[in-house]
C-alpha cells in the first residue's frame, strides 16, 4: 500500500528511519496513486488526500499543464501501472502509435515536470563534458542538450524499456552521432559497460549525471528507500569523483526526504543543494549533488 512521510524510529540502520508509514490507502490502483503524486505539492512528504477527490478533476488540472513541443492529440496521458516494464513498454508503444503522422517525431515525445525549462538543465553543463541521462524516456533533453553544445558533448541516454530505446535511437541515432541510447536499469550501473562512452577513451566516469523524473518513480515503489540507495551507489561508480554534478529534477521533498537522500548521498561523496531558489518552482525542485574526492 501507499505511504505516508513520517519518520520512524528505529535501531535497524538509517534506512528504516525514513521507512514511511502504511495508511489504508493499499486497495487504491497505483497509477491513481501516482495521479495524486503529480499534482501533489508536496509529493513524498505529505499524507494522500481524501480518496473521495474527484479523480477526473485531478486529471484534467495535470493534463491541463503546458508541456513543451507535445502535440494535442499526444497531450492525453492514460494512467498505468508505473511500476512496470511492460506498463512503460505499453506507453512507448502509444506515444509510437500517435506519432507515426509526425515526420520530427514530436508527438512521441513526452516531458515530466515540463515547468522546468531544458534550457535550466542545460547551462549547468560545460560543452565537451560527458552526460548520462537516467530514465531519459522519450523527452527532448538528450537532443536539446546535444544540439545547444553543437554536437560536442557526448550525450549517453539510459532506460529499461527496449521499446523507448529502440524508438529514440530511430528518431535521432542519424542526425546525431554523438547521442547513444542504451536499454539498461538505473538500479544496475555498476554492471552497465559504459566503457567509451564518456567522451575520454581512457575515461570511465562521466562529468554530469542528470535524473530528471527517475528518482520520484522510484519513489513509488514499496522498497524506494532501498531502490534510491542502489541508484546512488551505482552512479557512484559511473560520475567523475571530482566535481562531478548528480543534477535531480522532482516533485517538491518533504525534509525527512532531503535528510534521507543527503546522508545516503554523503556515503558516496555527494552534497546536495536542494531547490535551488533560481531554477526551482512551487511544484518542483532543481536539485544539485556536488561528488567531492
Known amino acids: 500500500g501507499r505511504c505516508t512521510g513520517a519518520p520512524i524510529t528505529s535501531s535497524s540502520g538509517s534506512l528504516a528511519r525514513y521507512r514511511l508509514r502504511p495508511v489504508v490507502v493499499a486497495m487504491i490502483p497505483l497509477s491513481l496513486k501516482i495521479e495524486h503524486r503529480l499534482l501533489s505539492q508536496s509529493a513524498f512528504?505529505?499524507?494522500?488526500?481524501?480518496?473521495?477527490?474527484?479523480?477526473?478533476?485531478?486529471?484534467?488540472?495535470?493534463?491541463?499543464?503546458?508541456?513543451?513541443?507535445?502535440?494535442?492529440?499526444?497531450?492525453?496521458?492514460?494512467?498505468?501501472?508505473?511500476?512496470?516494464?511492460?506498463?512503460?513498454?505499453?506507453?512507448?508503444?502509444?506515444?509510437?502509435?500517435?506519432?507515426?503522422?509526425?515526420?520530427?517525431?514530436?508527438?512521441?515525445?513526452?516531458?515530466?515536470?515540463?515547468?522546468?525549462?531544458?534550457?535550466?538543465?542545460?547551462?549547468?553543463l560545460e560543452p565537451g563534458c560527458s552526460c548520462l541521462m537516467l530514465g531519459c524516456g522519450n523527452s527532448a533533453l538528450p537532443a536539446d542538450l546535444y544540439d545547444a553544445h553543437g554536437g560536442r558533448t557526448r550525450v549517453y541516454s539510459l532506460d529499461y524499456s527496449s521499446v523507448c530505446v529502440e524508438a529514440m535511437r530511430e528518431l535521432h541515432g542519424s542526425d546525431r552521432p554523438g547521442m547513444s541510447f542504451v536499454c539498461a536499469d538505473a538500479l544496475k550501473?555498476?554492471?552497465?559497460?559504459?566503457?567509451?562512452?564518456?567522451?575520454?577513451?581512457?575515461?570511465?566516469?562521466?562529468?554530469?549525471?542528470?535524473?530528471?523524473?527517475?528518482?520520484?518513480?522510484?519513489?513509488?515503489?514499496?522498497?524506494?528507500?532501498?531502490?534510491?540507495?542502489?541508484?546512488?551507489?551505482?552512479?557512484?561508480?559511473?560520475?567523475?569523483k571530482d566535481g562531478g554534478l548528480y543534477i535531480l529534477v522532482s516533485f517538491k521533498l518533504a525534509q525527512s526526504t532531503k535528510d534521507f537522500l543527503q546522508e545516503e548521498g554523503g556515503r558516496h561523496g555527494f552534497k546536495w543543494d536542494f531547490d535551488i531558489n533560481s531554477k526551482s518552482n512551487n511544484g518542483v525542485s532543481f536539485s544539485i549533488g556536488r561528488r567531492r574526492a
Not at 478533476?57 to 498505468?80: G, Y
Not at 552497465?192 to 520520484?216: N, Q, R, W
Not at 524506494?224 to 561508480?237: A, N
Open 45 to 124: 512528504g505529505a499524507s494522500f488526500v481524501s480518496v473521495g477527490t474527484s479523480r477526473n478533476d485531478r486529471q484534467q488540472k495535470f493534463l491541463a499543464s503546458p508541456r513543451r513541443r507535445v502535440s494535442p492529440a499526444a497531450a492525453a496521458l492514460e494512467p498505468f501501472d508505473f511500476s512496470s516494464r511492460r506498463g512503460w513498454d505499453d506507453f512507448y508503444h502509444r506515444r509510437g502509435e500517435k506519432s507515426e503522422d509526425d515526420e520530427g517525431g514530436e508527438a512521441f515525445e513526452y516531458e515530466w515536470h515540463p515547468s522546468i525549462p531544458h534550457s535550466s538543465i542545460i547551462s549547468e
Open 189 to 240: 550501473l555498476d554492471e552497465t559497460d559504459i566503457s567509451g562512452l564518456c567522451g575520454d577513451a581512457e575515461s570511465d566516469a562521466f562529468d554530469v549525471v542528470v535524473d530528471k523524473g527517475l528518482v520520484d518513480a522510484l519513489m513509488c515503489g514499496e522498497a524506494w528507500d532501498y531502490d534510491v540507495s542502489r541508484l546512488f551507489r551505482g552512479v557512484s561508480e559511473v560520475l567523475r
